[in-house]
């Protein structure tokens, strides 16, 4: 199984977050805090007259990912669309983008909502897919979501940290015994009330409801869950951690991911973090670490094996082991 390059669709406008902290007044060194820990410096957002939705930046993700890999939207036999900010709700965006892009009739096409884990949900259910299937041989996932214009201004973790962004990447199943090794959840949802949208459900939505986002919530339990489970998830799998290559954790907080390098002393060279310049992608968030970790410093090789860890809200973490 092969995870081909992934390719990042940005929009055009880059917001320093130094005008979103001088706004907070007398609160300035407490969100200079919060944007310490969580690692933030820009962000990339659609701008307020653009008509940009996840849905057109997924279509240029898709079509970025099928150019750079040469690969033929006739050659993909599963798409799936991971977003907690769809565009549309019916039918799906994974069928929308299909037919844009012309796909073929025995394409299987579904949305995804793990909110920031969709990603690699999609990643552990396309290969599976692939593995399970006789015929089916590619696969498409596409993450997608636009957060600038249902954050507010209030709220000292949102404000700035997330940005708008697509990235699509391409799994293709091949005769080597490289891909999927294993995978392990967690899910600590005593954590469900914390980060809501809509705020009182979609039948009662208003066109100004913003995310309710609980200002205490850290994502700690998952770096828990990290610590406790990644050693004994290794052995299960016959590897060590030294046999890590290349470590893909979530990019929402810079603070978490120094807690699990510090606890099992790892290599800070193998744990690519890039929020600082891009701001937080939410589903795409590990695999923009490989995209540009692949761009700016070096490819992966067949044979390497990389780990993944990265939550979403509620919470729902997970580890995973993949062979290149």
């Not at 036999?77 to 799906?92: G, K, L, N, Q």
């Not at 983008?97 to 009739?105: A, D, M, P, V, W």
């Not at 973790?157 to 293709?172: G, K, N």
């Not at 490989?290 to 044979?303: A, D, S």
Request: net charge negative; glycine share 6%; charged share 25%.
């Amino acid at each position: 199984m092969k995870l081909n390059h992934p390719f990042l669709y940005l929009p055009s406008k880059k917001e320093n977050n130094e005008s979103i902290i001088e706004s907070f007044g007398d609160k300035k060194q407490f969100v200079q805090k919060v944007q310490k820990a969580l690692g933030r410096k820009e962000r990339y957002i659609v701008s307020s007259d653009s008509e940009e939705t996840t849905f057109s930046m997924g279509i240029e993700a898709a079509k970025g990912a099928l150019r750079e890999n040469n690969i033929d939207i006739s050659e993909i036999d599963i798409i799936i669309f991971a977003s907690c900010t769809p565009e549309y709700v019916m039918p799906s965006n994974a069928l929308k983008i299909h037919s844009e892009l012309g796909g073929k009739f025995s394409t299987v096409c579904y949305d995804l909502n793990s909110n920031s884990i969709g990603g690699f949900v999609a990643l552990d259910q396309i290969a599976k897919y692939l593995s399970g299937s006789k015929y089916s041989k590619k696969g498409l996932v596409i993450c997608a979501d636009k957060f600038s214009n249902i954050s507010g201004s209030v709220n000292p973790i949102i404000s700035f940290c997330f940005s708008d962004s697509a990235l699509a990447f391409i799994i293709e199943k091949d005769e080597s015994s490289s891909g999927l090794i294993d995978v392990q959840y967690y899910c600590d949802s005593q954590h469900h009330d914390k980060n809501v949208y809509p705020p009182k459900g979609y039948s009662n939505y208003k066109n100004t409801d913003i995310i309710q986002w609980d200002s205490t919530f850290d994502g700690l339990s998952s770096v828990k869950f990290a610590k406790e489970n990644l050693e004994e998830f290794l052995e299960k799998n016959n590897t060590k951690l030294n046999d890590i290559d290349l470590f893909l954790f979530s990019q929402f907080s810079l603070k978490n991911i120094e807690l699990i390098i510090n606890h099992f002393n790892l290599p800070t060279d193998k744990v690519p973090f890039y929020s600082h310049e891009l701001g937080y992608t939410s589903a795409s968030s590990p695999f923009v670490a490989l995209e540009q970790y692949e761009k700016n410093v070096k490819k992966i090789k067949k044979g390497e094996k990389i780990l993944l860890w990265t939550l979403g809200t509620g919470i729902l973490a997970g580890l995973m082991l993949w062979e290149y």
